[in-house]
């Protein structure tokens, strides 16, 4: 196997069993996810742990470019040279019910449904007995993080999204400036980065290959990289200075939800953690975020139980072609993210744009009928922004735009320009992305499941899962 790896060029997994010894298993991997099980009498080869939870909780982590081999009771690493190499031992924080969809209709509907405990668990053990922020896994030098002088996000999809909504919040809380950027871009461009700059990389999976490249590409520029994964044993934490880990647990469905939500948390701690060490706040206001985060597990818990409302009405609109979303501030990553989840779903044109930016040319697409969602900030929040939005609302409306409004509760000026509206609880401006994207997960799972769209089977089939196809498929792609 090592003869056949020298040679191999490109991203690979490979396995291979001889005919004349059937109990040994051969595999080797570079730049793409390959773990061991330690089973008792068994051992396993999977591309995430999903693959073997159901017989044991013990894995290896395999470096890059080893090559392993397996029989049902022993486990052999080396190098490419076949040189004998370490791999990584770690115990699975979750078990197989996690992974199974628990009575819930499909994946995603049990992750949305998982999101409380995402939110709760991610920010589990982060404060020392004093109340201080300690985040595990940071193994950067505290005078490395005060003198970084930027910050560059790099993520797809989803997890850049979370980015967009860390810097409003990094930004506001530690006044360094964060740039956020489609890790796709990112590797390949020439982007300024040196050893002042702290790179953030986002991914669910830890192995999404252009993250991954964009990782090191920063390194090799000499930045900082701390990344924020859900995926234990995953390649992109290996490779980064430091991990801050959400805990939400796996995401089996392909539309991400939970691994969102824990990773504005992660980010958010991310930044209170930097403000607290550059002095850019005082503890007691630290501890008031955190305070107002502690809540959210249980504000979102609200959202959710308020789903049929959206459910409902996602149903009476199954017959849409397009819709559109509209935000600012926190809300325009909310918006662009809704968008996505439909398009991903529903298979329909959707598309999220700042609401400022609406005069700018979006508006011709607004016609009669056209629906629009409108995140709508708190009216307690950064004065001018609820009444810019709300002018933007009576601004569709005058266009014969459908108005589908999330609100804050008790928010009494929304209701004479929206016809349908989602209530969500108080919360503050910068944490309120934790709430206002629910209605929108569950508005896009349901119109999917109203149109009897292929993509619902997308959310509930193991086989199209990030466990077993996901991560391969992007690499592919990328
Ligand atoms: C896409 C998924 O393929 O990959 C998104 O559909 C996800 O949901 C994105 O956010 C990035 O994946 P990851 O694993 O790097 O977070």
Redesign the pocket.
């Known amino acids: 196997m090592t003869d056949v790896a020298q040679r191999l060029e490109g991203t690979f997994t490979l396995l291979a069993v001889h005919a004349d010894a059937p109990d040994t298993v051969v595999g080797a991997r570079h730049d793409s996810p390959l773990v061991v099980g330690l089973g008792e009498g068994e051992n396993f080869l999977g591309s995430d742990v999903a693959a073997f939870i159901s017989h044991t909780k013990e894995a290896l982590e395999l470096g890059q470019d080893q090559v392993v081999t397996i029989t049902p009771t022993s486990v052999e690493v080396v190098d490419f040279d076949g040189v004998p190499a370490e791999a990584k031992r770690y115990t699975v924080d979750w078990d197989a019910a996690a992974a199974e969809k628990g009575g819930f209709s499909s994946f995603m509907d049990k992750e949305i449904h998982d999101q409380p405990h995402a939110v709760g668990d991610t920010l589990l053990g982060r404060t020392d007995p004093s109340g201080k922020l300690v985040l595990d896994d940071l193994r950067i030098d505290e005078a490395v993080l005060r003198s970084v002088d930027k910050i560059i996000v790099v993520?797809?999809?989803?997890?850049?999204?979370s980015g967009h909504v860390a810097k409003y919040a990094i930004e506001h809380w530690c006044r360094i400036p964060v740039e956020v950027e489609l890790?796709h871009e990112f590797r390949y461009r020439d982007p300024i980065v040196d050893e002042k700059t702290l790179v953030v990389a986002?991914?669910?999976?830890?192995?999404?290959m252009?993250?991954l490249m964009a990782v090191r590409h920063a390194r090799e520029q000499g930045a900082k990289v701390i990344s924020i994964v859900?995926?234990h044993g995953s390649t992109?934490p290996r490779e980064s200075d430091a991990v801050l880990y959400t805990h939400a647990g796996p995401?089996i469905a392909?539309?991400?939800t939970k691994?969102?939500l824990s990773?504005i948390t992660a980010a958010y701690l991310l930044g209170l953690y930097l403000a607290q060490l550059r002095g850019n706040k005082f503890p007691d206001e630290i501890a008031a975020i955190l305070e107002d985060l502690r809540e959210m597990p249980r504000k979102i818990q609200t959202v959710i139980e308020r789903g049929e409302y959206v459910r409902a009405t996602a149903r009476s609109m199954k017959d849409a072609s397009s819709v559109l979303f509209l935000g600012r501030h926190v809300g325009f990553p909310v918006a662009l993210e809704g968008a996505?989840k439909l398009k991903?779903l529903a298979y329909i044109h959707a598309e999220g744009f700042a609401a400022g930016e609406l005069k700018h040319g979006p508006i011709a697409l607004i016609d009669e009928g056209q629906p629009v969602f409108v995140i709508v900030p708190s009216p307690r929040g950064r004065e001018g922004l609820h009444s810019k939005v709300i002018s933007n609302i009576q601004e569709i409306r005058a266009r014969g735009a459908r108005t589908l409004v999330i609100a804050e509760d008790g928010d009494d000026a929304v209701r004479p320009f929206a016809d349908e509206i989602f209530w969500i609880p108080e919360s503050p401006t910068l944490l309120s992305p934790l709430l206002a994207v629910v209605p929108l997960q569950i508005f896009a799972m349901s119109l999917a499941t109203a149109k009897g769209s292929t993509s619902t089977s997308r959310a509930t089939s193991p086989s199209r899962s990030?466990s077993s196809s996901?991560?391969p498929?992007?690499e592919g792609?990328a």
């Open positions: 993520a797809c999809g989803t997890a850049a999204y890790a986002v991914t669910q999976s830890g192995e999404t252009d993250t859900n995926t992109i995401e392909v539309a991400s691994a969102f990773q996505l991903e990030r996901r991560a498929r992007r792609a």
